[in-house]
């Protein structure tokens, strides 16, 4: 494969990324509209929110199976414009099944697009042998960012969701089906990668292990439990417990989606300097800080000091586990990275009922404490990072087979 196929292969998934994180911003910021459009009660509002990773796992698990046919490249240009149409869908819809399906085809895609783009990100970051996968993370949330104010403009200016979701898929959905033309497994001459493997095939080091790729799975989870907190709890927290106004407590959030792009920014460079085990203990540790910090915050201020470290914190956690899978199950990542997805989902789904029933049981500020102690166990899990002769980067890697860039 050219130097120039392999950018163009980069460029194509980092927009992939970016278009993701606008879609599911979009989605999960109109909550409240979607509510008042379809009529939906508040006892079973949870029952569709819920549907959506639970799918999403589904959607991840059989792409796992399907990629041994077909590659995940073109998984995700089947699957990033069902996205897109879905989210229409939601906007365009009327009557309760609607909905449903909608969100059902949006659950389904959504996890088969997560699971193949970063196939393809663990495939691309092996041959360029140099942490990159932080990258296509911080494309994301640069996505989320967008979408996120996308929709903070859709709800100013009063319009319905059709009329804010029709202009953005008109402009991401062809967008998006043409730059995945560009999309590449990374493998080397013959269609193998450089250390010689087929593209999910098993093989020496690559034969899928649940009991070795348990402790990603976990990091993955607890990671997750982390984000939901601070996503689904941040701005109740600092209304009604640190006694914020209420457009303050709309801030954290803002302030995490911003921190989380600016450490995945710069967070491949930390790989390559310190390698991958280093930069995940210290995201760990300042993450843990960040919760301390909010737990016992005596006023907003100090609290949005919590959530600030906290974004940059957990931001570099999940891209690396990605690409420690990928190096833990050399001959056989796309299904490592299929299974290890699933555990974002789960992270998810628990995340948001934890921390709300021990809050109401207990108190939010004592709350707070248990994703501190979930994230700090990562750092029981660290040397899952892969050892030294595996990292990626500046006195951390192997030999490069390319350096394009």
Known sequence: MTDAGLRHGRAS?????????????????????????YGISDGLLPV???????????????????????????????AQPLVLLALLGVGAGREMWHVAVALGVFGLAVGALDASMNMLGVSLQRVYARSIMTGFHAAYSLGGIAGASLAWAGARWELSLLASYLPVVAVLLPVALIGSRWSTEGKGAEGKRPDGTEAGAGGAGGALSFKLLLPLCLIMTFAYIGDSTVSNWSAKYLQDVLGSSEQLA???YNVYMVTTLLGRAVGDLGVRRFGAVAVVRGGSLLAAGGFAVVAVAPGAWVGMLGFTMLGFGLCVIVPQTFAAAGRMFPGNSDAAVARLNI?????FLVGSPLVGALGDAWSYRGAMLV?????LATLVYARAFG????????????????DVG
Do not use: C
Request: charge should be positive; avoid cysteine.
């Open 13 to 37: 998934l980092g927009l992939s990324f970016g278009v993701q994180g606008v879609a599911f911003a979009l989605l999960v910021t109109r909550i409240p509209a979607i509510q008042d459009q």
């Open 48 to 78: 569709f929110l819920a549907a959506v990773p639970i799918l999403a796992g589904v959607g991840s698990v059989a792409t796992g199976k399907v990629v041994a046919r077909v590659r995940p490249s073109v998984v995700l240009r089947w």
């Open 250 to 252: 709309t801030v954290p």
């Open 343 to 347: 555990f974002n989902y789960v992270g």
């Open 371 to 375: 994703p501190m102690v979930l994230v």
């Open 387 to 402: 050892p030294e002769p595996a990292r990626y980067g500046g006195g951390h890697e192997r030999p490069r087979t390319a």
